[in-house]
């Protein structure tokens, strides 16, 4: 990027174009990560607005409120499973109602617009069912 345009559009213009830019950044590599440095970039340059600051000061100010919302986002975020990409991992623990009765150890459920196969006591269509755990592709289950 030329530093011209960069001195043209102002301390407060180049750190919202820099957040965009990592916001940006972060739909096409999808880290949860650069969003908070984003939001960073674009609280610095609302805080340039308010309080203008020489650019070493608006440098510093930027690193201090990444590391913190990185810190922050961790904090919030640990314990709690990534629910993206589980699989048939993040099925376990829910109830469902069977569709195909559980006859001779397996029967089907349906999970939004997937069929699974699942293994467990006999059972009629309508049951309702715990997803406990997996066995290759198919779910073990208990009644509800």
Known sequence: MNLD????LGPVWTWVLI???LMGAELAISGVFLVWLGIAAMITG???????????????FFAGLSVGL????????????NSLNRGANGLIGQEFRLDTAITEGFGRIRVNDTVWRVSGADAPAGTRIRVTGIEGTVLIVTTA
């Open 5 to 8: 345009i960069l001195s043209a």
């Open 19 to 21: 957040g965009l830019i």
């Open 46 to 60: 609302l805080e340039t607005a308010l309080v203008p600051m020489p650019w070493q000061a608006q440098i510093l």
């Open 70 to 81: 990185v810190i922050l986002a961790q904090k919030r975020m640990a314990g709690r499973p």
